[in-house]
C-alpha cells in the first residue's frame, strides 16, 4: 500500500474484554514500532520489530500487552483484559531499514476507548 | 471538546510571523533526529530530519539546527501559515542492542492566527 495502515480507526470496548489492534505496514520495511498517545502527551513506545530478531519489547507497560509481526509484515497488538488506563490512541510506524536518514512513516492510528 | 494540544507547551503566532519550536533531547550518543507534525486526528508526519554530523539543515520554508554541547534541537518554520497549526514532536534516534527506536519529546502545539 502506499502508506501504513491501521485498524480499526476506532474501537470502544468494555472494561476487561481482549482488543486486537492490527497495523499493515509499508510494503518492503523491515522496521515496525508501536508507539501509545495518551491526550495531550508525547509518544509513549510500546515495541519494535526488525526483520527476524526478536522483538525488543521493553516499552511494554504490562503482561497483558503483546504484539505478534507475521511474516516480516502485518503487525498485530493485542491487550488482553482492558483497562481504563489503555485509553489512548495506538500508532505503528514502519520505516526502510533501521539506521540515521531512514525516516519512520506513521499510521493514522486506531483511537482505543475502553468504558 | 478537548484538544491534543491543551496540556502541551503552547506557541501562538501571528500569520507570516517566524516560528521556533525548540526541544531537548536526552542521549548525547543519539546520531539521527526527525522533527515530525501531527494534526488533530492523524499520524504524525515527517516534516525534515538531521543526523548528528551537521548542525543545520534547511528545507522548504523549515530549518532545523542541532546543537550537540546543549542537546538542543530547534525547528524554525518561516512564514508561518495557518496550514501549520499542528503539535510538534522532535525525536531522538539511538541504537542499542540491535534496536534503533526514536524516543520523543513532549510536543508543542503551534497556534497560528490568521
Known amino acids: 500500500g502506499a502508506g501504513v495502515s491501521q485498524s480499526p480507526s476506532n474501537k470502544v470496548t468494555e472494561k476487561g474484554k481482549d482488543v486486537e489492534l492490527r497495523c499493515d505496514p509499508i510494503s518492503g520495511h523491515t522496521a515496525l514500532y508501536w508507539y501509545r498517545q495518551s491526550l495531550g502527551q508525547g509518544l509513549e513506545f510500546l515495541i519494535y520489530f526488525q526483520g527476524n530478531s526478536a522483538p525488543d519489547k521493553s516499552g511494554l507497560p504490562s503482561d497483558r500487552f503483546s504484539a505478534e509481526r507475521t511474516g516480516g509484515s502485518v503487525s498485530t497488538l493485542t491487550i488482553q483484559r482492558t483497562q481504563q488506563e489503555d485509553s489512548a490512541v495506538y500508532l505503528c510506524?514502519?520505516?526502510?531499514?533501521?539506521?540515521?536518514?531512514?525516516?519512520?512513516?506513521f499510521g493514522q492510528g486506531t483511537r482505543l476507548t475502553v468504558v | 471538546g478537548e484538544s491534543v494540544g491543551l496540556h502541551l507547551p503552547t506557541l501562538s503566532v501571528q500569520e507570516g510571523d517566524n516560528s521556533i519550536i525548540n526541544c531537548a533531547y536526552s542521549n548525547s550518543a543519539s546520531d539521527y533526529f526527525i522533527w515530525y507534525k501531527q494534526e488533530s486526528g492523524k499520524g504524525p508526519q515527517f516534516i525534515i530530519d538531521?543526523?548528528?554530523?551537521?548542525d543545520k539543515r534547511q528545507g522548504q520554508r523549515v530549518t532545523v539546527l542541532l546543537n550537540k554541547t546543549v542537546k538542543h534541537l530547534s525547528l524554525q518554520i518561516a512564514a508561518t501559515q495557518p496550514g501549520d497549526s499542528a503539535v510538534y514532536f522532535c525525536?531522538?534516534?539511538?541504537?542499542?542492542?540491535?534496536?534503533?527506536?526514536?524516543?520523543f519529546g513532549r510536543g508543542t502545539s503551534l497556534i497560528v492566527h490568521p
Open positions: 538531521i543526523r548528528s554530523n551537521m
Open positions: 510506524a514502519s520505516s526502510l531499514t533501521p539506521g540515521p536518514g531512514t525516516e519512520a512513516f
Open positions: 525525536a531522538e534516534f539511538k541504537g542499542s542492542g540491535g534496536s534503533y527506536i526514536p524516543t
